[in-house]
Each structure stands twice: as C-alpha cells, then as structure tokens.
C-alpha cells in the first residue's frame, strides 16, 4: 500500500464521515483515493474549489460534531492555516495532513520537512498549539491518522499529520492493527450544533470580546495543552541506554537514520536514535535524559534546521548539539549519516 | 383577547447593538419570522459573518456558528452535507461576500448547495468604520473613497445577484430592500420563498438585501431609507433575478 493511501484507509476506519480537499502534488492520492471511497461508503467528499474552502468545510463538518479530514502539501497549508486558527480558536476537533514538498514559494514537489514549525508552532495567528504527528512508515501513516481522530475528539483540538512526499509515495506492505479501536466518536459533544430540538440554542465561536473573556479563553486552551502534554508524548528510541552519540530525527529523516544506526552498532559504534512520533507535544524529558549520558546529539532533518532548536532546548546544555540537514526537498543517505556520526 | 403581534420565537428578547435606523435589525426579524412560520427553529442552523452582524447569534434563538470573513457558504457546506435534513443558511455583508468570499459564494452556488443566503448589501463596511465596499456605488464617499468611488481607480460596483443568476445551480435570486414598509413585506416574502426552496430540495437561493447604513453613510435614518429608494437601487435594481422550480 501507498503512504497515501494508508492515511486515506486510516481515516476511513476511524469513521471519519467528511473528507474535504484541494488537488496539490505530492498528496494527490489522497483527494483521489477519497473521491471514491467515501462515496462508496456513503459518506461526504467534495473537491472544494480552494484550500481556504477546504478547511471551511471541515470547520462546518466539525461544528455538527462529525469527523472531519483534509490534506493537502507545504503551499496549500500556507493557504489553510487561517481555517486552522479558527479551528482552534473554537476548539473543534479534525484532522489535517500535510505531506509536505520543498519551500518556501512554489519550491518543488520532492519530499521535505520544512514545515516542522509551522506546524508546531502556531502556523496561524494567535496563541494556539495543534498535535502534531510524523509517521516514518506506512504503517504509521494508517496508525497515526486512526489515532489523530480520536486524539482529535478526546481533547477538541485539530490534529496535523505532518508527513511529506517520501513517505507518501512510499509503498509497503502493512497488516492493518486489528487492536485499533474508536474510541472518543461516541463522546457526548454536548457543545455540536445540529438544530436545537429539546435544548437551548447553542453557538459556535472564536470572537470573545467581552471584558477579559479571551485572556480567560487562552488560559482555558493553555490547560487543555498542558494535559496534552502530560498524556499524549510519544516517541521510539532505539539503542538509546549506552549511547555515546544520540541521533534525533523525525518522519523519513528518522527512517534513514534508523537503517544508519543499526550498521553502525554493528560496527562497534555506541549510537543511538530518538524518534518523536509526536512533534507537538515533544518529547523533552526524553531528550533531556538521553543528552544527560551522552556525549553528543546529532540532529538530522531535511530541512535547514528546525526541530534542532527544540531539540537544543530540551537538552539545556547538557551536551553539544550537532546538525545534519538537507533542505529545498534534498534527501540524505544513509552513507552520509554515517560519515557525519563517525566525524564527531 | 386575541394575540395579534408578538415577537417571534425565533428571536431572543434582547436588545440590539445595532445603530439607530440600521437595516440589520429589520431583516434579523424576518428571518426570525419566517423559520418560526416555517416551524423548522428545532432544525436550523445559522451562519454568521464577520462584521456588524457578528452577533446576530446573540439575537436569534437557534443554533448559530461563525465563520471566518467570506467563509460561511463554505462552512455552510460541510454543515449542510453532513447534516441534509436542517436548515442551513448563510447571513453575510457586502464586504464579506462580494470581496473577500468572492470565490466560497461562487462556488457554493454554482454547486447547487442547498443553501439559503441572506445577502446584506449596505455599499461600505460598517464595523471597521465605513471603507469602500466592493458593492460601494460610483461617486459615493467613503473612508477610503474620501473624494468618491472612481471606476478609474477604483473600480465598479458589483452586481452580485446578475453575477450569480448566471450559474447553472442557482435555483433562486431576488433583490429587495428594506427602506419602507411595502419592501419589507416585499423582502419578507422574497426570504420566505429562499428558505421554501432549501425545505424542497431546490438547490442555492440568495436574497440580497439592500440595507440602510445611516451611521456611516453619515445621515440621519429617514435620509438613507431616501438614499436607498432613490439612489442605491438605480445601480442595484430590485427585483428577481433568477426563478426556476426544478425539483
């Protein structure tokens, strides 16, 4: 199966019942894959005529309490993030994936993972946190969109999968988790507007302008994000417990530095790979212990150094932090790694 | 005694925020009128823009949701196609419409949604203080227009009920206004029929609203009722524009 096509059946087990999207390279698959099976299903596609209107739709989708999806690639992110504020402005629940191209502008339609701090760290305007998680296989493109539904409803707040061309385009086998269950679609929504039969009217908004109603709002969000961060951190580490050097990656960087750590510990080299699955919440505490043993961190991203400075802040100094970065859609070698490691 | 007028379920017993002699209030009731006469208040739910209207979801006694500037026929889609059994409709203001949703109003459309739009069409943009509007007729002053709109540089007032009566899934337009109380009754039946045609699955209906805005059309209310007889509805003639019973 295609990475793709794995978000797409991932979405669709977890019961999403309205996918919205816009056609974009690398992600194509996606609105394709869609157009077809949620018709089947008897669920909503709609081809929207923008980004903006896709993630429009999915705010209408998600205000009457249903699941909702889009996708889209780098540029038509950049166009979504208006919808994205608002989305979590009014804490409504849906799922966003970006399988992410090289930037900035038009930049080209080979995998990247430049867009780690939009994600992460507002992308729209104003005081507001997503969950944001890397898949680094197919599996995990199926895993983590299931999971992002529920993470989505469980907390009220939109979900990113941040991914990108590589992994998108990427075929491999999977046998689908058969211990995956839904489990946040039945949540009351007390809060869904469907028509006020037998209840009070109810509103849906993000513009709070009464005396102190907003600041009392973000502190409300702030909350919400702390629990987040107290619950849902996840990572893998491998070969982390007598690492010299520790390698953090996420996504495709992680896959390549995976197949790179293993040769080397067979080599004889103490290394080890920190993979945050989740980028938001990031795995700090993680981090942090392994700098505290370690001699050095690399950091490795395709991109011109983003998650390094998450990954410097976690580490506080324990250790130096070095970087590896590939960006304008560059892909590094697992042999280039390798040479990077042994040089420190 | 016989009850002969009171106010409609529909609306919350609230006072407005709306200037003196402002349209909104007038056309908030009718809406607020027809759902109750259409007994569908269980089963609507409202969009609201951004602007003056902001609020109207103070004001209604439904289910209301807001939507980001010129979004809501895209909001109103996701809400419609997932739930195809209520009533969706859109309230939305020249700016918001006509300028920055250009492309959500077009395509909703042009979709068929079946959707009800109520468009509020008063020539500026009331809450951020009176700018030029894509609907701001040639010659009128505004904070950005401050020796009047110039087509050379400003370009034409658009005509947003010719420009959507051209669209293939399009059921229903018509432009009123509300600037007596003959177009009121006018305009209460124009948004009667706009809602009917949701209830039979007819596909989009808009109703434009040419609404008086006195505060920043710096005139007394009787002055901009005036100004909207005599002088907006000669660049927006009222009248139905697009009428066709297809089931």
């Known amino acids: 199966m295609k990475g793709n096509i794995a978000v797409c059946e991932g979405a669709i087990d977890a019961g999403c019942d309205a996918y919205f999207g816009y056609p974009i390279t690398p992600q194509n698959e996606i609105p394709a894959y869609m157009s077809r099976r949620m018709v089947e299903l008897g669920r909503v596609f709609i081809q929207a005529e923008s980004e903006l209107a896709a993630i429009n739709m999915v705010f209408g989708a998600a205000v009457c309490g249903k699941r909702a999806m889009t996708s889209s690639s780098s540029p038509g992110i950049s166009l979504k993030q208006e919808g994205i504020s608002y989305l979590a402005g009014a804490e409504l629940p849906c799922v966003i994936v970006n399988v992410q191209r090289g930037g900035p502008g038009l930049g080209n339609i080979s995998g990247s993972q430049a867009d780690y701090f939009q994600a992460t760290k507002g992308g729209g305007h104003g005081d507001y946190r997503l969950i944001v998680l890397a898949p680094y296989s197919v599996k995990e493109m199926y895993d983590l969109t299931f999971l992002a539904f529920d993470l989505a409803d469980k907390y009220r707040i939109p979900v990113m999968i941040l991914t990108d061309g590589i992994v998108g385009q990427m075929m491999e086998p999977i046998t689908i988790n058969s211990e995956l269950r839904i489990n946040n679609s039945e949540l009351k929504k007390d809060w869904k507007l469907d028509g006020c039969k037998g209840r009070g009217p109810r509103l849906m908004r993000s513009l709070i302008m009464e005396e102190g109603g907003l600041e009392k709002h973000n502190w409300h969000l702030k909350e919400k994000y702390d629990e987040i961060k107290k619950n849902e951190i996840r990572y893998e580490t491998d070969f982390t417990d007598d690492a010299e050097i520790a390698v953090a990656a996420f996504g495709i960087a992680a896959r390549i530095c995976k197949s790179a750590v293993k040769k080397l510990r067979q080599e004889g080299f103490k290394v080890g790979l920190i993979r945050p699955i989740t980028l938001w919440p990031f795995p700090e505490k993680v981090i942090s212990d392994v700098a505290a043993k370690s001699k050095k961190i690399l950091v490795a991203e395709m991109n011109m150094g983003q998650m390094v400075e998450d990954v410097k802040l976690a580490v506080n100094g324990k250790c130096p932090v070095e970087f590896l970065g590939a960006p304008g859609g560059a892909v590094f070698s697992e042999d280039e790694i390798i040479a990077k490691i042994k040089k420190l | ?247």
């Not at chain 2, 208040?41 to 902001?54: D, H, L, W």
């Not at chain 2, 492309?103 to 739009?117: D, F, L, S, V």
């Not at chain 2, 401050?146 to 370009?155: I, L, Q």
């Open chain 2, 1 to 247: 005694m016989k009850k002969v007028f009171s106010k409609p379920e529909s609306l919350q017993d609230k006072n407005n925020s709306y200037c003196p002699g402002c349209g909104h209030g007038i056309i908030h009731r009718i809406i607020a009128e027809v759902i109750d006469e259409l007994g569908v208040r269980e089963k609507t739910i409202g969009i609201a823009p951004v602007g003056c209207a902001v609020f109207a979801y103070y004001y209604w006694n439904f289910d209301v949701t807001e939507a980001a500037h010129g979004r809501p026929p895209a909001v109103a889609t996701g809400i419609k196609r997932c739930l195809p059994d209520r009533v969706v409709f859109t309230y939305q203001g020249d700016g918001d419409l006509a300028a920055i949703g250009t492309a959500e109003i077009i395509h909703a459309a042009n979709r068929g949604e079946n959707i009800t739009t109520i468009f509020v069409n008063n020539a500026n943009y009331g809450m951020t203080g009176g700018q030029m509007a894509p609907t701001t007729i040639l010659g009128q002053k505004t904070t950005t227009t401050p020796n009047g709109r110039d087509a050379k540089r400003d370009g034409y007032p658009l005509k947003v009920c010719e420009l959507l009566s051209s669209l293939d899934g399009v059921c229903y337009i018509e432009r009123v206004s509300v600037s007596t109380p003959k177009n009121v009754l006018k305009a209460k039946r124009a948004i009667k029929k706009a809602f009917e045609n949701q209830l039979n699955n007819r596909g989009f209906s808009l109703v434009e609203v040419l609404s008086q805005c006195p505060t920043d059309w710096q005139m007394t209310p009787v002055e901009s009722v005036k100004w909207v007889d005599e002088v907006l509805a000669k660049t927006f003639p009222l009248g139905v524009y697009k009428e066709c019973m297809k089931k």
